[in-house]
């Protein structure tokens, strides 16, 4: 079983920024670690793609929701993923998770992931 630790979740005003980070400890690359990615979980709502990142160095993937104020980034010797998120709005509120995919062809959809972290609270109020 692969092991996420994610970060950086809390509460902010909208039009303010929150970093969140996930470090993946070293099985899940002897898994073969294709994608590192965050996806989303209102409540009440189902679970979404927000944006993910190959760990081959091909362009990051955004949802159109986030396009323009969110960055993903990874730090390869760290085993580690970064959601810098700016510009929120409260419409940003979920639990944030983050994610591994195994596979070399990328899907937006959760259930394609095969590892997932606990999640982390982003609050953002008007």
């Known amino acids: 079983q692969v092991q996420l630790v994610e970060s950086g979740g809390g509460s902010v005003q909208a039009g303010g920024s929150l970093r969140l980070s996930c470090a993946a400890d070293e099985r899940a690359f002897a898994f073969s670690m294709f994608f590192m990615g965050w996806f989303r979980q209102a409540s009440g709502k189902e679970r979404e793609f927000v944006a993910a990142?190959?760990?081959?160095?091909?362009?990051?993937y955004y949802s159109n929701s986030v396009k323009g104020r969110f960055a993903i980034s990874r730090d390869n010797a760290k085993n580690t993923v970064y959601l810098q998120m700016s510009g929120l709005k409260p419409e940003d509120t979920a639990v944030y998770y983050c994610?591994?995919?195994?596979?070399?062809?990328?899907?937006?959809?959760?259930?394609?992931?095969?590892?997932w972290g606990q999640g982390t609270q982003v609050t953002v109020s008007e």
């Open positions: 994610a591994v995919m195994n596979s070399p062809q990328f899907s937006f959809t959760p259930s394609t992931w095969n590892y």
């Open positions: 990142i190959s760990w081959r160095g091909e362009s990051p």
